[in-house]
């Protein structure tokens, strides 16, 4: 072969060769996201509404202060209720108030975020199942309904 044959029979080598590598590294990068059910994050709205405590925490003591409401759009903790709105990737902000007795039932969101009473905390939220998720690090999981 001559020069100029070898340079073009080379070049379109490498062509082919970067077209074989960017189609294998568009396929690992599409299937690696299934290879493991936990690499795929759920967003807050796939959890099941219900109350949740920590794994390490039988569900018979569900209503004790280790327990988390879920109302199908804001999670909150023992004796209050809470906004919950995301923040940043896995990070959300919950503004809440404290809710006892006969207030609870009169509480609405928009009478949380108005409250002056109000308080705000930043907490991380990563959703592994419909049943399950991780709070600031503690996996919580379902024990029941509302």
Do not use: W
């Not at 807050?44 to 219900?50: A, H, K, R, T």
């Not at 009478?111 to 930043?122: C, G, H, M, N, Y």
């Amino acid at each position: 072969m001559t020069p100029p044959r070898r340079r073009a029979a080379s070049s379109a080598l490498a062509r082919n060769a970067k077209e074989i590598v960017m189609s294998a590294a568009t396929a690992i990068a599409l299937l690696v996201p299934l290879a493991h059910p936990l690499a795929q994050a759920h967003s807050l709205g796939s959890l099941q509404p219900g109350l949740y405590l920590p794994e390490k925490t039988s569900c018979d003591f569900i209503g004790g202060a280790n327990t988390v409401d879920f109302d199908g759009k804001n999670l909150s903790g023992h004796y209050q209720m809470c906004v919950t709105q995301p923040s940043a990737s896995s990070t959300y902000k919950s503004t809440c108030v404290e809710a006892q007795g006969q207030d609870f039932s009169t509480l609405t969101e928009s009478k949380v975020l108005a409250s002056p009473d109000r308080f705000q905390v930043t907490q991380k939220i990563v959703v592994t199942s419909s049943r399950s998720f991780d709070l600031n690090g503690v996996k919580y999981r379902f024990c029941g309904g509302r």
